[in-house]
């Protein structure tokens, strides 16, 4: 018998293409253009910044729900939701219009109010709901901007038989970040009778803690890989929540992010200049050589090409790389494309590496989406030394391309690549343990020398084209949660 299709409603302060800092953005659109296909029922709602450029888009107002006026502390705020399609697909997605709050340069501020804009964004989820009519089976929190909604739920709408059935998930995508304030915010929670249930040893020493309080009261948690889910248990990971999330084990689960095939599959991209797949392989090669001379570098057949995209943060273990590849550029013949933007130090670093081998290394600072798609199809490595991963995409990305990631064995990295092995021809790319100079060092000089061996080199390639990471595989992992978590 075919189940009744979810009601759900996602909420997330960022959505590919419209406002994006990170994975978040690409995990909430993808996957809720997977649900939306697969036939459930859901309301995606994220803010209306002013940054959204909606020049493709046409966004239309919802008639009941304008100008509508909720108080926060002593602020009065007033907000609009309009609706328009997500650009690129049938998802109709709802967009929270109050201008006061979500008209700034940047989707993240430091601002003193920046805690309003997202206790904004919690609050009027439930209450578009609440004026729809629309009782969702999964409030589907992401990160701590909407982490005070299952909070929420239990006490200020606790009253509303509209919810009775409701289940809450919040999905962690990066511990690191969990909207920390001042105990000064109190007020504007509108918790006043509730207070007890915040986290009374954050209270006493002055703070509030958005992602820890989804923690507490969250039916369920999830995270972006099986092996991050693990990690975050323990100290080194756990960012301070680890005891709470051992106390929660058994109602955290890891799921590993998927990837969206329709925009990133070589047979068919229509940013890089040839198209290739498993079976016409040499199409690889043209598409390095296309993008060396487009980079400028030297275009030898037989020059391996690092690829890197990312953001130039320590979290990327870019000090391993400051230590190692400068003297490794003295020692073994290879290239680099490097694109990304970040700290100014890494920035720095990789200015005076390309100045220094002006044939062999290329850095693109800031971000060119083309250039991404050239770089995965161009390169024959791609390098992701982590210090941690929740889970990343980019190694996904390259195994689909043919693109030998070279990974460093944390979070999402360790799920997805598994070690090649040459004698049995098993694996899909090369992992390294240990977060120094020496392990990195050990990883890129293995897949500088299995390179050479052309027959070898076209398995391990081939391997990590097979895998299938599409949101059509980890999706369902999601929809077979929430099943369960509303015994449907």
């Known amino acids: 018998m075919p189940q009744e299709p979810l009601k759900i409603c996602l909420v997330s302060s960022e959505l590919t293409p419209l406002a994006k800092t990170g994975g978040l953005a690409d995990v909430a659109s993808a996957l809720s253009v997977f649900l939306d ?12 910044y002013s940054s959204i450029d909606t020049s493709d888009m046409d966004v239309t107002p919802v008639r009941y729900l304008q100008n509508l006026s909720i108080e926060i502390g002593p602020h009065q705020l007033h907000y609009s939701i309009d609706t328009a399609r997500l650009p690129g697909t049938k998802l109709v997605i709802y967009l929270l219009r109050c201008p ?11 601002n003193a109010d920046e805690h309003l804009r997202f206790i904004l964004l919690s609050r009027a989820a439930i209450e578009m709901c609440q004026h729809m009519g629309f009782a969702p089976d999964i409030f589907h929190c992401n990160d701590w901007h909407t982490s005070l909604v299952p909070l929420y739920l239990k006490t200020r709408y606790a009253w509303d038989e509209l ?3 409701t289940r809450s998930v919040l999905t962690i995508h990066n511990i690191g ?32 803690n958005f992602l820890k309080t989804g923690v507490i009261y969250a039916d369920l948690l999830t995270t972006v890989s099986p092996n991050y889910a693990r990690e975050i248990l323990g100290p080194e990971y756990g960012m301070g929540l680890q005891d709470l999330l051992q106390q929660r084990h058994k109602s955290l689960v890891g799921i590993l992010n998927g990837v969206d095939f329709n925009e990133w599959n070589p047979a068919a991209d229509p940013l890089i200049p040839h198209a290739y797949d498993s079976r016409r392989i040499a199409g690889k090669k043209k598409n390095k050589l296309a993008l060396m001379k487009e980079l400028d570098l030297d275009c030898s057949d037989d020059m391996p090409l690092i690829g890197m995209v990312s953001r130039l943060t320590g979290q990327k273990g870019l000090n391993l790389v400051e230590q190692v590849i400068p003297q490794m550029m003295m020692q073994r013949r290879f290239a680099m494309a ?6 100014s130090h890494y920035e720095h670093f990789f200015s005076w590496l390309q100045n220094r081998y002006r044939d062999r290394v290329c850095f693109y600072r800031g971000f060119n989406n083309k250039l991404a798609h050239m770089i995965e199809a161009g390169s024959d490595m791609f390098l992701m030394p982590s210090l941690f991963e929740p889970c990343g995409l980019n190694q996904m990305y390259s195994l689909r391309y043919g693109t030998v990631p070279i990974v460093r064995r944390t979070g999402g990295l360790a799920d997805s690549v598994q070690q090649f092995d040459p004698s049995s021809g098993k694996g899909t790319g090369i992992l390294f343990n240990d977060y120094n100079a020496s392990a990195l060092g050990w990883a890129i000089n293995y897949a500088l020398d299995l390179y ?5 080199w076209r398995k391990l ?28």
Do not use: C
Request: aromatic share 12%; glycine share 10%; charged share 20%.
């Open 37 to 48: 296909h697969e036939g459930h029922d859901i309301r995606v709602l994220i803010p209306f």
């Open 100 to 110: 006061w709050l979500y008209n700034r340069n940047a989707i993240y501020t430091s």
């Open 163 to 165: 919810f009775r059935h």
């Open 177 to 208: 970040y969990q909207g920390v304030f001042s105990a000064e915010i109190l007020p504007d929670l509108g918790l006043q009778h509730e207070t007890g249930m915040l986290h009374q040893d954050d209270l006493s020493h002055g703070m509030i």
């Open 338 to 343: 490097i694109l990304g933007s970040g700290e």
């Open 452 to 456: 050479p061996e052309k027959t070898t």
């Open 461 to 488: 390639m081939r391997n990590g084209m097979a895998m299938d990471y599409s949101w059509e595989q980890q999706g369902q992992h999601y929809v077979d949660l929430f099943y369960r978590l509303t015994g449907k």
